[in-house]
């Protein structure tokens, strides 16, 4: 028997060259089997969230998350539903002041927002630009539209029915019943009324520079009206 030699190290077992030849255990995956179906795994896979992945669930959360969905506002108790009972009654009947609206006669529009005015005074209700629109029968556009005709009669009942809704607002803010801020937003959006910087221009006298302290003195004497 021979024995096979290594560079170090112990010497291998003596080979048989009689001895049948035994079936090698190779590693890796045996031949024939890439293409073949991996068994089903047992139990939920780890990582899933409602059968689906955590990339699936992610992005099936996001377009839930992007649809809208309505607000609601439930009535809680009896107080709250005569509350909203009263308000759905104050637009029921701005509508019916606005089926006497015609837009060809001013004069209907005019007693038309004399009585929302007075509406609002009976059941309690601020003045509001939208609604005093509503009671003439038009919204927000087309009352823009409206107030631009070339009849200088309805530009100015236009403004007036503006400046009117303006002053309200006005006169809530400065009796601290409207937050400041809302009162600010609803001047610039509403009645056009903005921030202005007044810049004053002063030209300066170039023998100023040039001046001495004598000379100055003389100068203011001069102005106020004393002798020198």
Not at 7 to 20: L, Q
Not at 26 to 41: A, D, L, V
Not at 89 to 107: F, M, V, Y
Not at 183 to 189: L, P, S, V, Y
């Amino acid at each position: 028997m021979e024995t096979e030699k290594r560079g170090r190290g112990r010497p291998r077992k003596p080979v048989d060259p009689n001895a049948e030849p035994k079936e090698s255990r190779g590693r890796g995956r045996p031949k024939g089997s890439k293409n073949k179906p991996k068994p089903p795994k047992r139990g939920k896979p780890k990582g899933t969230k409602n059968g689906y992945t955590m990339s699936e669930a992610a992005i099936i959360q996001r377009k839930e998350s992007s649809i809208i969905q309505p607000i609601r506002y439930p009535i809680r108790n009896k107080e709250e539903a005569e509350e909203n009972a009263r308000m759905i009654d104050h637009i029921i009947k701005i509508n019916e002041i606005a089926t006497q609206a015609n837009r060809d006669d001013l004069l209907s529009l005019k007693s038309c927002f004399v009585a929302y005015l007075r509406l609002c005074q009976e059941n309690g209700f601020r003045v509001g630009n939208l609604s005093a629109y509503a009671a003439m029968g038009m919204s927000y556009r087309e009352f823009h539209s409206f107030s631009r005709r070339q009849d200088p009669e309805i530009r100015k009942f236009c403004q007036f029915v503006r400046e009117t809704c303006a002053m309200f607002r006005e006169t809530m803010v400065s009796e601290n019943k409207l937050n400041p801020v809302i009162g600010i937003f609803w001047q610039r959006n509403y009645d056009g009324l903005r921030n202005d910087t007044e810049q004053i221009q002063a030209v300066n006298d170039q023998e100023d520079d040039f001046m001495s302290t004598k000379g100055y003195k003389d100068k203011y004497k001069k102005m106020i009206g004393e002798e020198t």
